[in-house]
């Protein structure tokens, strides 16, 4: 039932770039092929798993992609077609993302209860797991570099879209840690790969599937709603007072949060210290990865010029850290840590989704790190929480802006400070002792954060580079 393979690709190529979770937007896709294609469920409709080998700027890529077959296509499916409308192609098939698709994606869940086989794609339950098959998906709206399906109340299904080679970083962390008794990770109840090409090779993974934490709200969220509410209290124009005004007065102050989530955040550093080692890497290593550094920001000043007036400030950094550089203990880290990451159920901080960022390559997000490049992460976050309402909204005053401003200024550092306290009282290592690693760190962030902006969210570029202009000031 499926179309011949050039209209299937022609019909991919142009529906890929379209996706928020495709990596590689800033160029064209050279080549699309069909790496292994497997009938999931065969009849109308029809269930096809593909991976495709997309090839850009001489690199291939692969993705994850849940083909739905119809010859009808319900109004319901519409928005999810890809390709042109039947009629238009001269097929029959009308092909469709699946994931929208909760007749389809049952299979997943059966075949996980039911440790299947089919094709190259394995099913696999975590040790004693009894997953339940009787509940419809529902993709998630989340801004996501994957695709997450929610089983009624109790699981997420997380597909990844770009597939990395061997065992995804997200499946083998969240199992250490659950393994290993951690309480801030949603539990492991399955996942699915795909065997390996050759002898000796690690199975590609490309499914997982946790808890879903159904009661919980994302960091990013209650953020918001905490800067928001800090806004709100902005007395009018001409009333000196509210420079006065400190952070701790808005009703909905985030201080309490962003502290229990150091702590939470220095708990989770532990168990994965335990689960994984701790390494010292010698002062060398660490002058050169000031390097790298730096000439990240040399690239990303060349690709984004609206970075260019903070790079000497950037730079002097970089040389602050290679000048102090010392032995430094590295270990496994979240590697993107921000406010999306992090979920406040009502037992406390959960972290997610440790597989890195997402425009890194696989080397790069395996690296050890020094547990404070998360700790900087999250600083980031609280700058981006605090500027992103003035920055993306079109409805804030001109005269406001100073005003505001400030109060963003005000947000960001007492909930930074908070959270600093929370992970350095939890037994992390203390942010206010390392100020010169830490600061090179966030830079580094912000540098990558101007590129992913630029890249993927153009509208959001001025909130990193509102930020850097008040840090490097
Ligand atoms: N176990 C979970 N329980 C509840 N919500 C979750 C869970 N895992 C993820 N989410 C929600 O899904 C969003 C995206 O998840 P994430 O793992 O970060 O995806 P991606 O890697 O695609 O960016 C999170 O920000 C969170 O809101
Ligand atoms: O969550 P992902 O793994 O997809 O991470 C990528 O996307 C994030 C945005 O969705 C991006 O985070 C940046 O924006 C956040 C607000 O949306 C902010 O809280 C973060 O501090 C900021 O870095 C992340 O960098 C990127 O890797």
Redesign the pocket.
């Known amino acids: 039932m499926l179309p011949p393979e050039s209209d299937l690709v022609r019909d991919l190529a142009e529906w890929l770039p379209r996706q928020r979770w495709f990596g590689g937007k800033d160029g064209p896709i050279d080549d699309l092929s069909i790496g292994t294609a497997t009938e999931l469920l065969p009849g109308d409709p029809a269930l096809h798993h593909l991976i495709l080998d997309v090839r850009q700027n001489g690199e291939t890529d692969q993705y994850q992609v849940l083909l739905g077959v119809r010859r009808d296509l319900p109004d319901r499916l519409r928005y999810a077609e890809i390709g042109a409308p039947a009629g238009g192609r001269g097929a029959k098939a009308r092909l469709y993302d699946a994931v929208h698709d909760p007749d389809l994606t049952r299979i997943l869940l059966n075949e996980l209860a039911g440790g299947a086989s089919i094709g190259p794609l394995r099913f696999h339950h975590a040790d004693g797991a009894r997953i339940r098959t009787d509940l419809a998906s529902l993709p998630i709206t989340a801004?996501?570099?994957?695709t997450s399906l929610l089983f009624g109340d109790a699981y997420i299904c997380k597909l990844f879209r770009r597939l990395s080679r061997g065992v995804n970083l997200d499946l083998e962390v969240n199992l250490a840690l659950t393994r290993g008794g951690c309480t801030h990770v949603p539990a492991v109840h399955g996942w699915i790969e795909l065997e390996p090409h050759g002898k000796g090779e690690p199975p590609i993974t490309l499914g997982l599937l946790s808890d879903y934490l159904h009661t919980g709200a994302d960091?990013?969220s209650l953020?918001i709603a905490s800067v928001r509410d800090w806004y709100a209290h902005t007395p009018p124009p001409g009333d000196d007072e509210w420079a006065e005004l400190d952070a701790s007065a808005a009703g909905g102050d985030f201080a309490a949060e962003a502290e229990r989530l150091g702590a939470a955040t220095a708990e989770v550093h532990r168990a994965l210290a335990d689960a994984f080692g701790v390494t010292v890497v010698p002062a060398g290593e660490v002058r050169a990865m000031a390097a790298r550094m730096n000439a990240e920001l040399t690239g990303t000043c060349r690709a984004v010029p609206g970075l260019a007036p903070h790079a000497k400030a950037l730079t002097a950094a970089f040389l602050d850290l290679a000048a102090q550089a010392e032995p430094l203990p590295v270990q496994r880290v979240h590697g993107?840590y921000?406010?999306?990451?992090v979920l406040r159920t009502e037992s406390g901080w959960t972290l997610l989704?440790f597989?890195?960022?997402?425009?890194r390559t696989q080397t790069e997000r395996r690296a050890l790190a020094h547990p404070l490049r998360d700790v900087a992460?999250?600083l980031?976050?609280?700058?981006?929480?605090a500027r992103?309402l003035i920055t993306k909204s079109a409805s804030v005053p001109t005269e406001s802006g100073p005003w505001l401003e400030t109060r963003a200024e005000a947000w960001a550092a007492r909930n930074r400070a908070a959270f600093c306290r929370g992970y350095a009282a939890a037994g992390g290592p203390d942010p206010a002792a390392h100020a010169v690693l830490i600061r090179a760190f966030e830079f580094e962030?912000a540098v990558?954060?101007v590129r992913?902006?630029a890249r993927?969210?153009p509208a959001?570029l001025p909130?990193?580079l509102k930020s850097l202009a008040h840090l490097t000031a």
């Open positions: 801004e996501q570099s994957n960091g990013w953020a993107d921000h406010l999306g990451q989704d597989e890195g960022e997402p425009a992460g999250m980031r976050s609280f700058e981006y929480a992103f962030k990558y954060e992913y902006e993927n969210r959001w909130v990193p």
